[in-house]
């Protein structure tokens, strides 16, 4: 049916950069909105920051400064760029989409990606 594919993770030092994605493929007619989610070692999944499917925004607050959501509708991805990592963002980084698989179907259906490992070093 539908897959989400992250990318882009790695292992960086305090203070550069990493730009994720999520790559969207399947049985996909239309895609809504879209999100980024990490979990850190021992603690509970939270939600990073979310993109409608006209561009609109959100993110939590205390990350906004530094993480930058976007999407390319024309290719079903979404990105994070996320600035002057730190260690605390160490942890899994993964994507969510609620999906509209037909023309013919309005039902619409949520899927995760299987994540991507960021690891900061100090």
């Known amino acids: 049916q539908v897959q989400l594919v992250e990318s882009g993770g790695g292992l960086v030092q305090a203070g550069g950069s990493l730009r994720l994605s999520c790559a969207a493929s399947?049985?996909?007619?239309?895609?809504?909105?879209m999100g980024w989610f990490r979990q850190a070692p021992g603690k509970q999944r939270e939600l990073v920051a979310r993109?409608?499917?006209?561009?609109?925004?959100v993110y939590a607050d205390s990350l906004k400064d530094r993480f930058t959501i976007s999407r390319d509708n024309a290719k079903n991805t979404m990105y994070l760029q996320i600035n002057s990592l730190k260690p605390e963002d160490t942890g899994v980084y993964y994507c969510?989409?609620?999906?509209?698989?037909?023309?013919?179907?309005?039902?619409?259906?949520?899927?995760w990606g299987q994540g991507t490992q960021v690891t900061v070093s100090s």
């Open positions: 399947g049985s996909i007619f239309s895609i809504d909105a």
């Open positions: 969510d989409a609620t999906v509209q698989l037909s023309s013919n179907l309005p039902t619409k259906y949520h899927y």
């Open positions: 993109i409608s499917s006209g561009g609109n925004t």
